[in-house]
Protein backbone atom coordinates (compact mmCIF):
# COMPACT_ATOMS: atom_id res chain seq x y z
CA UNK A 1 0.00 0.00 0.00
CA UNK A 2 3.00 2.10 0.99
CA UNK A 3 4.06 2.40 -2.51
CA UNK A 4 0.76 2.64 -4.05
CA UNK A 5 1.02 6.19 -3.38
CA UNK A 6 3.40 7.32 -5.89
CA UNK A 7 0.28 6.84 -8.61
CA UNK A 8 -2.14 8.84 -6.53
CA UNK A 9 -3.02 12.46 -7.95
CA UNK A 10 -6.06 12.89 -6.36
CA UNK A 11 -7.39 12.52 -2.78
CA UNK A 12 -10.67 13.50 -0.81
CA UNK A 13 -10.28 14.40 2.57
CA UNK A 14 -12.90 14.80 5.14
CA UNK A 15 -13.46 16.17 8.67
CA UNK A 16 -14.94 14.05 10.89
CA UNK A 17 -16.59 17.26 12.64
CA UNK A 18 -18.00 18.03 9.46
CA UNK A 19 -21.52 16.88 7.94
CA UNK A 20 -21.87 14.96 5.23
CA UNK A 21 -24.84 12.82 4.16
CA UNK A 22 -25.45 9.47 2.59
CA UNK A 23 -25.76 11.09 -1.10
CA UNK A 24 -22.63 13.17 -0.83
CA UNK A 25 -20.42 10.67 0.45
CA UNK A 26 -21.47 8.32 -2.15
CA UNK A 27 -20.58 10.59 -4.88
CA UNK A 28 -17.08 11.27 -3.02
CA UNK A 29 -16.15 7.89 -2.73
CA UNK A 30 -17.61 6.62 -6.03
CA UNK A 31 -15.85 9.90 -7.78
CA UNK A 32 -12.94 8.16 -9.11
CA UNK A 33 -10.66 9.62 -6.71
CA UNK A 34 -7.80 8.07 -5.60
CA UNK A 35 -8.41 7.78 -1.96
CA UNK A 36 -10.07 9.54 1.05
CA UNK A 37 -8.32 10.86 3.95
CA UNK A 38 -9.92 11.20 7.30
CA UNK A 39 -8.75 14.39 9.04
CA UNK A 40 -8.76 17.55 11.13
CA UNK A 41 -7.67 20.01 13.08
CA UNK A 42 -10.56 20.32 15.54
CA UNK A 43 -13.17 18.75 17.30
CA UNK A 44 -11.88 15.13 16.37
CA UNK A 45 -12.89 12.20 18.61
CA UNK A 46 -12.74 8.15 18.17
CA UNK A 47 -16.98 8.45 17.84
CA UNK A 48 -16.69 10.85 15.20
CA UNK A 49 -13.95 9.58 13.39
CA UNK A 50 -15.29 5.65 13.56
CA UNK A 51 -18.45 6.90 12.24
CA UNK A 52 -17.34 8.56 9.31
CA UNK A 53 -15.21 4.97 8.49
CA UNK A 54 -17.82 3.14 8.68
CA UNK A 55 -19.68 4.73 6.40
CA UNK A 56 -16.85 5.15 4.12
CA UNK A 57 -16.30 0.91 4.33
CA UNK A 58 -19.38 0.13 2.23
CA UNK A 59 -17.02 1.66 -0.60
CA UNK A 60 -14.48 0.01 -2.62
CA UNK A 61 -11.79 2.73 -2.43
CA UNK A 62 -8.06 3.36 0.02
CA UNK A 63 -8.77 4.77 3.08
CA UNK A 64 -6.53 6.56 5.06
CA UNK A 65 -6.47 8.42 8.66
CA UNK A 66 -4.66 11.84 9.26
CA UNK A 67 -3.79 11.27 12.97
CA UNK A 68 -4.20 14.68 14.46
CA UNK A 69 -5.48 13.48 18.32
CA UNK A 70 -4.19 9.52 19.21
CA UNK A 71 -7.33 9.03 21.54
CA UNK A 72 -8.92 9.07 18.06
CA UNK A 73 -7.23 6.91 16.32
CA UNK A 74 -9.43 3.73 14.55
CA UNK A 75 -8.30 0.34 13.57
CA UNK A 76 -8.85 -0.80 10.12
CA UNK A 77 -7.67 2.17 8.21
CA UNK A 78 -5.28 0.72 4.96
CA UNK A 79 -2.90 3.74 5.42
CA UNK A 80 -2.14 6.23 8.70
CA UNK A 81 0.03 9.43 8.23
CA UNK A 82 1.48 11.30 11.20
CA UNK A 83 1.75 14.67 10.12
CA UNK A 84 4.70 16.22 11.79
CA UNK A 85 3.91 20.24 11.24
CA UNK A 86 7.72 21.27 10.44
CA UNK A 87 6.99 25.37 11.12
CA UNK A 88 4.87 24.67 14.02
CA UNK A 89 6.56 26.72 17.47
CA UNK A 90 5.39 24.81 19.21
CA UNK A 91 7.32 20.88 19.45
CA UNK A 92 4.21 19.02 20.39
CA UNK A 93 3.34 19.41 16.92
CA UNK A 94 6.84 18.06 15.66
CA UNK A 95 7.77 15.27 17.80
CA UNK A 96 5.93 15.34 21.72
CA UNK A 97 2.51 14.43 20.90
CA UNK A 98 4.36 11.66 18.72
CA UNK A 99 6.60 10.26 21.60
CA UNK A 100 3.80 10.44 23.83
CA UNK A 101 1.37 7.99 20.77
CA UNK A 102 4.54 5.90 20.54
CA UNK A 103 5.25 5.45 23.86
CA UNK A 104 1.43 4.20 24.49
CA UNK A 105 0.76 2.21 21.29
CA UNK A 106 4.47 1.44 19.93
CA UNK A 107 4.03 -1.89 20.64
CA UNK A 108 1.03 -2.73 18.46
CA UNK A 109 1.37 -0.15 15.89
CA UNK A 110 0.96 -1.73 12.47
CA UNK A 111 4.30 0.57 11.33
CA UNK A 112 4.11 -1.23 7.57
CA UNK A 113 0.89 0.71 7.13
CA UNK A 114 2.41 4.06 8.79
CA UNK A 115 3.76 7.19 6.71
CA UNK A 116 5.16 10.36 7.88
CA UNK A 117 3.88 13.64 6.50
CA UNK A 118 6.47 16.78 6.31
CA UNK A 119 3.66 19.61 6.73
CA UNK A 120 4.02 22.61 6.65
CA UNK A 121 0.92 25.33 7.26
CA UNK A 122 1.42 28.54 5.24
CA UNK A 123 -2.32 30.45 5.84
CA UNK A 124 -2.15 32.36 9.11
CA UNK A 125 -6.22 31.70 9.51
CA UNK A 126 -6.27 28.40 9.16
CA UNK A 127 -7.10 26.01 12.29
CA UNK A 128 -4.15 24.13 11.82
CA UNK A 129 -2.13 26.96 11.91
CA UNK A 130 -3.74 28.27 15.45
CA UNK A 131 -3.48 24.97 16.74
CA UNK A 132 0.26 24.06 15.91
CA UNK A 133 1.25 27.72 16.38
CA UNK A 134 2.72 27.73 12.88
CA UNK A 135 4.70 30.65 11.31
CA UNK A 136 3.38 31.67 8.20
CA UNK A 137 6.26 34.65 7.57
CA UNK A 138 8.01 32.81 5.57
CA UNK A 139 9.57 33.14 2.18
CA UNK A 140 9.79 31.39 -0.62
CA UNK A 141 13.49 30.14 0.09
CA UNK A 142 11.97 29.08 3.75
CA UNK A 143 9.37 26.42 2.52
CA UNK A 144 12.13 25.47 0.10
CA UNK A 145 14.60 24.33 2.63
CA UNK A 146 11.85 22.60 4.81
CA UNK A 147 11.18 20.71 1.02
CA UNK A 148 15.09 19.69 1.20
CA UNK A 149 14.86 19.05 4.80
CA UNK A 150 12.16 16.64 4.76
CA UNK A 151 13.35 14.77 2.01
CA UNK A 152 17.64 15.06 2.48
CA UNK A 153 17.84 15.57 6.08
CA UNK A 154 14.89 13.08 7.72
CA UNK A 155 14.25 11.36 4.51
CA UNK A 156 10.66 11.77 4.87
CA UNK A 157 8.34 9.94 2.20
CA UNK A 158 5.70 12.90 1.60
CA UNK A 159 6.27 17.20 1.93
CA UNK A 160 2.85 18.51 2.74
CA UNK A 161 2.01 22.42 1.48
CA UNK A 162 -1.62 23.06 3.25
CA UNK A 163 -2.87 26.63 2.70
CA UNK A 164 -6.33 24.83 4.33
CA UNK A 165 -9.26 26.99 2.21
CA UNK A 166 -6.85 29.72 0.24
CA UNK A 167 -5.11 28.83 -3.14
CA UNK A 168 -1.14 28.94 -2.79
CA UNK A 169 1.52 30.55 -4.60
CA UNK A 170 1.43 28.46 -7.48
CA UNK A 171 5.22 29.78 -8.86
CA UNK A 172 6.64 28.98 -5.18
CA UNK A 173 5.10 25.36 -5.33
CA UNK A 174 6.53 24.65 -8.67
CA UNK A 175 9.74 25.10 -7.41
CA UNK A 176 8.92 23.21 -4.19
CA UNK A 177 8.66 20.08 -6.30
CA UNK A 178 12.10 21.01 -8.38
CA UNK A 179 13.97 20.28 -5.45
CA UNK A 180 11.90 17.12 -4.67
CA UNK A 181 13.24 13.99 -6.22
CA UNK A 182 12.26 10.71 -4.05
CA UNK A 183 9.46 12.74 -1.11
CA UNK A 184 6.35 13.02 -2.91
CA UNK A 185 4.68 16.46 -2.84
CA UNK A 186 1.38 17.02 -1.40
CA UNK A 187 -0.34 20.24 -1.86
CA UNK A 188 -3.67 21.26 -0.28
CA UNK A 189 -5.84 24.45 -0.15
CA UNK A 190 -8.47 27.01 -2.22
CA UNK A 191 -8.53 24.04 -4.58
CA UNK A 192 -12.78 24.14 -5.43
CA UNK A 193 -12.68 23.81 -9.11
CA UNK A 194 -11.11 21.98 -11.96
CA UNK A 195 -8.94 25.21 -13.17
CA UNK A 196 -7.39 25.49 -9.81
CA UNK A 197 -7.61 21.14 -9.71
CA UNK A 198 -5.38 21.50 -12.67
CA UNK A 199 -2.66 24.42 -11.77
CA UNK A 200 -2.18 22.42 -8.49
CA UNK A 201 -2.07 19.12 -9.79
CA UNK A 202 0.62 20.62 -12.90
CA UNK A 203 3.31 21.59 -9.82
CA UNK A 204 2.15 18.69 -7.15
CA UNK A 205 2.15 15.06 -7.35
CA UNK A 206 -1.29 14.90 -5.41
CA UNK A 207 -3.44 17.25 -4.32
CA UNK A 208 -5.85 17.20 -1.27
CA UNK A 209 -9.00 18.44 -1.78
CA UNK A 210 -11.29 19.20 0.85
CA UNK A 211 -13.21 22.04 1.55
CA UNK A 212 -14.87 21.75 -1.41
CA UNK A 213 -16.88 18.87 -0.52
CA UNK A 214 -18.61 20.81 1.71
CA UNK A 215 -18.91 24.13 -0.35
CA UNK A 216 -20.22 22.57 -3.31
CA UNK A 217 -20.02 19.08 -3.91
CA UNK A 218 -20.37 19.29 -7.95
CA UNK A 219 -16.97 21.59 -8.24
CA UNK A 220 -15.67 19.26 -5.57
CA UNK A 221 -16.07 16.17 -7.94
CA UNK A 222 -14.99 18.31 -11.34
CA UNK A 223 -11.82 18.58 -9.34
CA UNK A 224 -11.25 14.24 -9.92
CA UNK A 225 -10.74 15.25 -14.03
CA UNK A 226 -7.31 15.86 -13.08
CA UNK A 227 -6.45 12.28 -13.28
CA UNK A 228 -7.02 12.32 -16.93
CA UNK A 229 -4.47 14.60 -17.47
CA UNK A 230 -1.86 13.09 -15.17
CA UNK A 231 0.77 10.76 -16.43
CA UNK A 232 1.46 7.63 -14.28
CA UNK A 233 4.58 7.21 -11.95
Known amino acids: MKSIIKNWNHIFK??????????????????????????GSSGITYENTYDLFSRIQ??????????????AIVIGFDLYMIPIVLNASDA????????????????????ENILTEAYV?????????????ASTDLNEEDVLSYARCAEQLFHMPIFYVEYSG?????AMLKNVKKVLTNTQFFYGG???NIQKALMAAKVADTIIVG?????????????VKIKDEMPKQ
Request: proline letters at 4%; one cysteine or more.
Open 14 to 39: LDPDKKISDDHLAKICSSGTDAIMVG
Open 92 to 111: EWIIGNHQRAIKKYGDIMPW
Open 211 to 223: NAIYNDIELAIET
Open 121 to 133: SLNPDATVTKVTN
Open 58 to 71: QYSIPTILEVSNQD
Open 190 to 192: GIN
Open 166 to 170: VFGNI
